[in-house]
């Protein structure tokens, strides 16, 4: 099968599309973007080939006996299987990579004390590994790094404690390598993980009235689907980074405005919010880009405003918006400028504004500031689409709605749930349209 | 103006105009530095509007604080000069020629040769088109306590130089320009030299119109806003009214014929451009601090600038103006009034509108100056306006003059590749379109 693939190197996360010839999206991936972009892009191709094979096994296992209803949730069991699999195996290279870190003076004479306590902290995380992907379980990210970290350090404090073995030094141990863990390329063997997730769901509900035979044929039918990789556009931030070639790189103006068209074939304006800066931008009917603004100098109401103000509150970033949603009044902050908003919130708090208010106001500035720059780019046409990861927050939201109409009146406003794959969505369709214009040319001169 | 960015890291062979104006700008810093010993007298004035045949009239030499700016950043030194004004009280927003200029006299007001700078004998302002000049200007005459001549310029408000206009600058000449820099020089002033360097001027005008046009050949042998800011040194400095000027322009014209001849390309400081993929407006004063890395921007792309108004800062000559031997004070009068920056938006608008036809451009770009209000002033309104009247995809870009922190690269070069990219795509559509026409 001919595929498309878009990535998009943000400075926060970085997120990849695959389509198939018929622009039909199979598969999305996200990861968050480390200081190694190389390995970002690559994990987040292998999330997205991931979601490529869960939706050809929901192709695949359509109309199998027994899983008549009861597909979804077969699905979900499958994918959580995969999950435990993915990060058993990572859990094993950071396990050996801890182990080679007990060296040097630090550790003299207590270099055996040191590895069976990793061995016991790795063994607990194995053994508590299959919780964390229990149905319902709730994880805080879905990102390895934050997962087996908040575990480790939980597990290390105990096992120390029992070992009579400094913490630090099992921190330490930890600190310097998760780094090389997860900047080591993941593993590609994807079909291995499947199989193995797959007999494990397999043996948990047998008796269901499935047929266990047909049901693995089917999953390793869609497994055994080639999925030729015809033609990649990198996109983001860490673009230039890509070992691509020019054609193969489209700026996130471009591939935003076209995601956008993508998802919404009768926008005009896109708004993206993105961590490091805004984008206003105007398509026409085919979704190419018009105009564009963006902010300048510096990402004063940008992603990473909001990440700045979750520190300052000690607060998750996802939890601004559903917290700013509880406000029953607006408290008017002025500046988008960080550490300005940083000195105003400070005062907010300090005449006793409930932090609820304060962040309501504080989303206000962020939206008031992206009018701006779309005003500067042309204004609000019909239809209007907010992208990008803040297009999540629904604070944030709930103000983008309320400006856009006291200054443009009734316009629809489009946000896709997947809205932060837009520029990955717009990258994926240019390397389409690339492979397509490419053989129209061959066409033409044939 | 020797806009000369850092040496090049290759070694790329210099045309004769290069070394030509290299040697020309080094005699001109020697003769300023060395105003001393010499017993020479000198006249600080500004670019757009200045009146370098005038000062020549009265044997004094022309030092311009804008230029000696831009020298200050493209040396990398402007940053350091800012921040000394800043020290001394200059806010963020000022414009950082003004602040750079200020830094420098604070450290020794060393020219580019490593000498100080005399102190003027008289401030000249012949241009109003932006205030912050006048204030630059009063600051000036607190530190040197000099003559100061202000000569008032009226804006195009209207589009048009009137009778008036002309009448009341002439006037200004000969009562309160000529008299002052007679008694401040001691030379008493003739008519007839005035007509001499004039008609000087003229001659090497009509070759750098020859030079700024040949961006209407494709390829374009010339960038005519990064190489512009070379060819225009010598005339909006200066050299207007020497022979030197004369020489130059010819030598140039003669460089850029045999490029066209050859189908070559411009050259830029890594040697040859490759192939012209775009061809651009530039509207709005260039980066100095990143100067290099800034027209690498372009050139690693394929682009290259065909027409940009800030080349017309010292004249518009290429809409056919030219210095006039038969009416010197008239022709002086109208040449600072019709400087680029002192005409009104529909002007701006009109020129570079038209600069999209005749040199075929595949649009506009617009480097906006956060420390210059004056210049950035409708900016966005002349981009939507120009787009509409061509149909040409424009874009918008925010860097400074030579305050080297508001230089982001990352930014401006996403705002660039977004642009080429737009063209692309806005060609493709266009062919695509013509295809199913």
Redesign the interface.
């Known amino acids: 099968m001919k595929c498309f693939i878009g990535i998009d190197l943000g400075s926060t996360t970085t997120k990849a599309v695959l389509m198939d010839g018929n622009q039909h999206i199979l598969g999305r991936g996200i990861t968050n973007s480390r200081s190694n972009y190389d390995t970002a892009s690559r994990v987040a191709k292998q999330e997205a080939v991931v979601d490529t094979r869960m939706t050809l096994c929901r192709r695949g296992l359509a109309g199998a006996a027994g899983l008549e209803d009861g597909l979804d949730d077969f699905l979900g069991e499958l994918e959580r299987s995969f999950r435990l699999e993915q990060f058993l195996d990572q859990l094993g290279d950071l396990e050996a990579t801890c182990k080679t870190q007990i060296t040097g003076d630090r550790f003299a004479g207590v270099e055996k004390e040191v590895d069976a306590a990793l061995v016991a902290i790795f063994d607990e995380l194995r053994d508590t590994a299959p919780a964390l992907f229990a149905p319902g379980a709730k994880r805080k990210s879905d990102f390895f790094r934050d997962i087996a970290g908040a575990h480790y350090l939980q597990v290390a404090e105990k096992v120390a404690k029992e070992a009579g073995l400094p913490y630090e030094l099992l921190l330490n141990v930890y600190d310097k390598s998760i780094i090389d863990v997860e900047n080591r390329p993941p593993s590609e063997d994807l079909t291995g993980k499947f199989v193995d997730a797959l007999v494990r769901v397999l043996a948990a509900t047998s008796g269901d009235g499935r047929d266990a035979g047909d049901i693995e044929q089917r999953v390793k039918d869609a497994l055994a689907i080639e999925l030729e990789e015809t033609f990649v556009v990198g996109t983001g931030y860490g673009r230039v980074t890509l070992p691509f070639s020019k054609e193969h790189i489209r700026s996130e103006i471009l591939c935003h405005g076209l995601g956008a068209h993508m998802m919404y074939p009768k926008t005009r304006t896109v708004l993206d919010i993105g961590g490091q800066d805004t984008k206003g931008i105007q398509v026409d009917a085919s979704g190419i880009v018009e105009n564009f603004q963006m902010n300048d100098r510096c990402a004063a109401g940008c992603g990473r405003y909001l990440g700045y103000i979750a520190d300052e509150m000690n607060m998750g970033l996802h939890e601004l918006g559903p917290m700013a949603m509880k406000s029953t009044r607006s408290v008017r902050i002025n500046s988008t400028c960080t550490v300005f908003a940083g000195a105003e919130l400070r005062d907010r708090l300090a005449l006793g504004e409930n932090r609820e208010d304060i962040l309501a106001g504080l989303h206000r500035a962020i939206i008031l500031r992206a009018m701006s720059i779309i005003s500067r780019s042309g204004g609000i046409t019909d239809q209007f689409t907010f992208t990008g990861g803040v297009a999540k927050n629904e604070a944030a939201v709930r103000e983008l709605k309320k400006l856009v109409q006291e200054n443009y009146g009734d316009v629809t406003i489009n946000i896709d749930p997947d809205s932060i794959y837009t520029g990955a969505l717009g990258a994926a369709t240019f390397a389409h349209r690339a492979v397509e214009d490419g053989a129209a040319r061959e066409g033409v001169q044939a | 103006m020797s806009t000369k960015p850092q040496a090049a890291q290759t070694e790329v062979a210099k045309d004769d105009s290069m070394l030509k104006q290299k040697t020309m700008m080094a005699g001109h810093y020697e003769r300023l530095t060395s105003a001393k010993e010499t017993g020479a007298k000198t006249c600080s004035t500004f670019v757009p509007g200045n009146l370098n045949e005038l000062i020549m009239c009265f044997d004094l030499l022309n030092n311009l604080p804008e230029v000696n700016a831009i020298q200050a950043g493209l040396r990398k030194k402007s940053g350091l000069y800012v921040m000394e004004s800043e020290k001394l009280g200059h806010s963020e927003d000022v414009c950082t020629y003004v602040k750079s200029d200020i830094g420098m006299m604070a450290k020794g007001n060393l020219a580019p040769n490593g000498k100080a700078l005399p102190d003027p004998d008289v401030l000249m302002l012949s241009y109003t088109g932006c205030f912050t000049f006048m204030k630059w200007f009063e600051l000036l005459r607190e530190q040197y306590k000099c003559p100061t001549i202000m000569l008032h310029t009226p804006y195009e408000g209207d589009g048009k130089i009137t009778a008036n206009m002309r009448d009341y600058m002439v006037k200004q000449l000969k009562e309160e320009v000529i008299p002052t820099l007679e008694e401040v020089s001691g030379v008493k002033f003739d008519i007839d030299r005035l007509r001499e360097y004039l008609k000087k001027s003229a001659l090497a005008e009509d070759d750098l119109v020859h030079v700024l046009q040949s961006a209407k050949n494709k390829p374009s042998p010339i960038d005519a806003y990064f190489g512009g800011i070379y060819y225009i040194g010598p005339i909006f400095g200066a050299f207007r009214g020497t022979d030197d000027a004369i020489d130059y322009y010819r030598t140039l014209r003669e460089e850029v014929d045999a490029r066209v001849a050859a189908g070559a390309g411009p050259v830029t400081p890594d040697g040859d451009m490759g192939p012209e993929k775009y061809r651009l407006i530039v509207e709005g004063p260039p980066n100095y601090t990143s100067f290099r890395d800034f027209w690498k921007m372009f050139y690693d792309e394929g682009a290259v600038v065909v027409a940009s108004s800030y080349t017309k800062v010292g004249g518009v000559y290429d809409l056919g103006f030219r210095h006039d031997p038969d009416n010197p004070l008239e022709s002086l009068a109208d040449y600072c009034l019709g400087v680029y920056t002192n005409r009104n938006l529909p002007q701006r608008v009109e020129m570079l509108a038209d600069y999209v036809e005749e040199y075929e451009a595949d649009g506009l770009l617009i480097n906006s100056i956060?420390s210059c209000n004056s210049f950035s002033a409708g900016q966005?309104l002349i981009m939507?306006e120009v787009?509409r009247r061509t149909g040409k995809?424009?874009?918008?870009i925010?860097t400074d003059l030579v305050d080297p922190r508001?230089f982001?690269p990352?930014?401006v070069k996403?705002?660039l590749?977004?642009y080429f990219?737009?063209v692309d795509?806005?060609r493709?559509?266009a062919t695509a379109s013509g295809v199913a026409a």
């Open positions: 956060k966005l939507r787009e995809p424009a874009a918008f925010e508001y982001s990352a930014n996403n705002r590749e977004s990219q737009m795509q806005k493709a559509s």
